[in-house]
């Protein structure tokens, strides 16, 4: 097999993609914790009783919803700017042997057995190097539908059921 290259230029939001995902992801209970005071208030709203005592409830989806993404966006930022150099611009190479990864001052070769799994959403793939480490490959790093295709059809080939997951 030739190799096959993708050049990746992460930005912030790449990585605060993969942040959110993970998140809701491994703690989907959140969710549902936090719209359980929803459904709640509404309860009793819907039997006419006073909402007034239990507003206070609404704490917990106003801190999931609205102020962890904030946290998670800034903490987020900061850390892209200090990494900005090793980030902007990845190089990955596949070949017979595995993954290369190539990056400013980074250099990592992944045999094939070494992939934890390969996820897709709807903008992403993220190649797990283990349960919760990735490298984030944006979809719109390949240059046209075939070459995603190409990319798809060798991991495919190299990567177990169990490893390939994709829809």
Known sequence: ??????????????LLAFKYYMFYRRYWWFV??????????????????DIQ????HLALPVIFFLVLPMVMRI????????VRAQLEQVNYRLSAEGVEIKAEGVEAKLAWHL????????????????KASANVIP?????????ERMFLQIM?????????KIK
């Open 139 to 147: 979809k719109r790093s390949f240059v046209n539908q075939a070459k």
């Open 32 to 49: 549902v914790i936090g719209l359980l005071p929803l459904f709640e208030i509404g309860g009793f709203w819907l039997m006419g009783q």
């Open 156 to 164: 495919q080939r190299h990567l177990s059921d169990k490893q390939y």
């Open 75 to 82: 903490s987020n930022q900061r850390y892209f700017n200090k």
């Open 53 to 56: 005592p239990i507003l206070g």
């Open 1 to 14: 097999m030739e190799s096959f290259e993708i050049h990746v230029r992460m930005l912030a939001q790449d």
């Open 115 to 130: 992939i934890h799994s390969l996820r897709e959403t709807r903008k992403y793939y993220f190649l797990f190097r283990t």
